[in-house]
């Protein structure tokens, strides 16, 4: 695993991608070319905003060789979510490594199904460019919960060879789940795997439905992290009845072998404590 670690990385691009009922998907740019040559798609960093705030990890969308810069896409859910998007272009983060994680592998598989839920549409993306690049058939679902929240649109009707959106409200697409529309594309033809990222609940129903296929299913957890080099066990899930860890044996797993009740509940570990510091309204 390659890491590498910058110090005060520079934002050189913000934007505001989606804003629905006092929720905010924003896009960022920042200036890591070592990260950004080393990377691969699956692959993310660890941020801190300032010097005494907590590490996120967020997942990379794109890279830029050219002007060395990486993109990030995340949505406010937290303080430290919150902190970021108080940044502006030509600000700078207290800190950030990587690429952290397993790489996506990629090959020819057929015909795949990549299903994205709200911001985790956006880790989908770069995995779905690299498996068509391997002329795989792409076959995209995104799921959000108003036409407001639905991102890189555009950039998947390149390349996906078919596109379907769901909204929770019926704002644009279908009104409706992920897993209605995949049931109805496993019902019209082959499938040889599906890749999923997104809320936990999601990726739990999208794994579910897919073991009664038996079609293989990778998903992209997105465990609380601390140190996020193995070392702390904060992102530590039971797999195949064994002990892993997302930020080093991941994040990518095999769907069907993940314990979802287990992920679920250490998903809200500090949820009180994220509330309470939330309500200060910092």
Known sequence: MNKFEINKPKIVDKKLLGE???????EIKILAPIIAQHYQPGQFVILMVVENGERIPLTITETDLSSGTITLIFQEVGFT????????????????????????????????????GGVGTAEIYPVAK???????????????RNKNLVI???????????????????????KGLVTDVLQEVINKEKIDIVYTVGPVVMMKAVSQLTKNFNIPTVVSLNTIMVDGTGMCG??????????????????????HKVDWDEVLKRSKTYIDQEQKILSLNL
Not at 20 to 26: E, L
Not at 130 to 144: R, S, Y
Not at 154 to 173: A, M, P, Q, V
């Open 130 to 144: 690299a498996l068509k690049e391997k002329n795989n058939k792409i076959i995209t679902i995104i799921g959000a």
């Open 20 to 26: 629905f009922d006092n929720t905010k998907i924003i």
């Open 234 to 255: 904060s992102c530590r899930v039971t797999y195949d009845g064994k002990i892993k860890y997302v930020c080093c044996d991941g994040p990518e797993f095999d769907g």
């Open 81 to 116: 979510t919150r902190l970021l998007n108080k940044l502006n272009i030509g600000d700078n983060l207290y800190h950030i490594v990587g690429p952290l994680g397993k790489p996506t592998e990629m090959k020819f598989y057929g015909t795949v199904v990549l299903v994205g």
């Open 152 to 174: 890189l649109e555009d950039e998947f009707r390149k390349i996906s060879d078919e596109l379907f959106i769901t909204t929770d409200d019926g704002s644009y697409g279908r």
